[in-house]
């Protein structure tokens, strides 16, 4: 039972370090303008893209590829399983959306 306890806690504290990994700082999101280039986007992004996708985020349309960052690691926020979806052709930004499930 103690063992089972401890594997808890450890997976949990496991996917709190990597969901605040993929977190995307509001106000970086806020200044974030459709057309600006891959590269200098890349500056403000998290490390990692967030594993979970909001129900809708649909697929994407041929030549654009979408990635996903979550506006909080915090499961009690209300904002919990909410996404910024970032989307790119090109290496240009074509679209910025704020996805809540």
């Given at each position: 039972m103690a063992a089972g306890a401890v594997l808890l806690a450890g997976v949990g504290m496991w996917e709190t370090v990597a969901a605040s990994r993929s977190v995307l700082d509001p106000g970086d999101y806020a200044r974030l303008r459709v057309g600006q280039d891959r590269s200098?986007?890349?500056?403000?992004?998290?490390d990692r893209q967030a594993v979970q996708r909001p129900a809708g985020a649909g697929p994407e349309e041929r030549g654009v590829t979408c990635e996903f960052y979550a506006m909080t690691a915090d499961r009690f926020d209300d904002r919990s399983g909410d996404a910024y979806r970032l989307c790119f052709r090109d290496g240009r930004l074509v679209s910025r959306d704020a996805l809540t499930p």
């Open positions: 200098d986007i890349r500056k403000v992004l998290p």
